[in-house]
């Protein structure tokens, strides 16, 4: 198993694959391959789970550039992947019976509190 397929396994490629953009549409000519999606995720769920900086990803792990993975980061979070992706997830479960919405947590970041709000 490579290391794309452990921090993106098929189960999630499967999920979120239909809800990355589109790349954008380049004119022809020039300029590198772009960097396989699946990839670049992989790089983003393994510096979300390990809790480092962008700098500190291994860049030879998982053929995905920091700058590459900042830049796609930074694209899917402006098209709304994150929500989009969470929410595919939660159906997901939903739909085999594995949400326990009796364990559900509300953070208080999510909540705002109004002044004087008892």
């Known amino acids: 198993m490579s290391d794309v397929e452990r921090w993106c396994p098929d189960a999630l490629w499967e999920i979120s694959a239909p809800l990355i953009p589109p790349a ?3 004119p022809q000519g020039g300029g590198r391959r772009r960097v396989d999606d699946r ?3 992989a790089a983003i ?3 979300t789970q390990a809790g ?3 700098w500190k990803l291994p860049e030879a792990m998982f053929g995905v550039t920091r700058a590459t993975a900042h830049r796609r980061f930074t694209e899917w979070t402006k098209a709304g ?3 989009a992706l969470h929410l595919a997830v939660l159906q997901q479960l939903q739909a085999h ?3 326990d ?3 559900a947590v509300i953070d208080s970041i999510q909540v705002r509190a ?3 709000a008892i």
């Open 24 to 26: 954008p549409v380049r």
């Open 39 to 41: 990839a670049v995720l």
């Open 45 to 47: 769920c393994y510096l």
């Open 52 to 54: 480092c900086s962008w």
């Open 81 to 83: 992947l994150w929500p």
């Open 97 to 99: 019976g594995d949400l």
């Open 101 to 103: 919405w009796s364990r």
């Open 114 to 116: 109004e002044k004087g």
